[in-house]
């Protein structure tokens, strides 16, 4: 079962999102902000990271650059997500962008995009 983590400062943005994930299929984790993502990403390795891009302590930017900087992290795929827009998450190397609010069939079409039903992250980059 695919493993997404998904970063976000607000507690009841996180447990909406990793409800709808887990009933779609997938494993989730969830951490509030970067630093603390890092940290499990140190310990379990997802299969993709959906982050807010602006939170305390390690915003979704930094938090994005850093697993992008080299393997094992970086050929994880990365989706930011933000209320101020695509401009926002500028730099940070990111495989895609979901603006927020976002709706459950752009959140949905990003995660099957990058995690095909059969698991894993091959084949689903284009």
Known sequence: MPLVLIV???EPV???MA???AEGGYETLTASDGHQALGMVGQR???LVIS???MPVLN???LCRRLKAGPPTS???VILMSSAGRRAAEGAAADDFLPKPFDLAAMEGLVNRWLPRNGGTE???T
Request: glycine share 8%.
């Open 19 to 21: 409800q709808v994930l």
């Open 8 to 10: 976000d400062d607000e």
């Open 123 to 125: 084949g689903a980059r």
């Open 75 to 77: 050929s994880i795929p």
């Open 14 to 16: 996180r447990n909406f």
């Open 60 to 62: 979704g930017v930094e």
């Open 45 to 47: 390795r997802p299969d």
């Open 52 to 54: 807010d891009v602006m």
